[in-house]
């Protein structure tokens, strides 16, 4: 849960992959603990993202059903690091509230 020094910011990603770049870049660049980054699917539908990458690459059945989600709690001086984690990481949409 944010406060007033953090704010919560999560971004959209295409594939798996990209959204486990991201996560990587918010651990090593801005050093947010892995336990407080969270992947989820942007939709109801489990999902792998909308395009294949990695193992799903390779697989008829992957579960393509929307983009993923990474978010966390960032602190307020953080924030422009990680937008720029999360835009190298592949993002499509970047939000902070």
């Known amino acids: 849960m944010s406060d007033d020094s953090t704010k919560t910011m999560w971004a959209t990603f295409a594939t798996r992959e990209a959204a ?7 651990v090593q660049q801005c050093g947010i603990a892995r336990t407080d980054v969270f992947v989820e699917p942007d939709t109801d539908a489990n999902t792998a993202g909308t395009a294949p990458s990695g193992g799903d690459a390779t697989r008829a059945d992957a579960p393509l059903h929307g983009e ?16 720029r ?13």
Do not use: P, T
């Open 20 to 26: 486990d770049r991201a996560v990587e870049h918010l």
């Open 85 to 97: 984690a999360f835009r190298h990481a592949g993002a499509r949409n970047v939000k902070a509230q």
């Open 68 to 83: 993923i989600r990474v978010s966390a709690d960032i602190a307020r001086f953080d924030l422009i690091k990680a937008e």
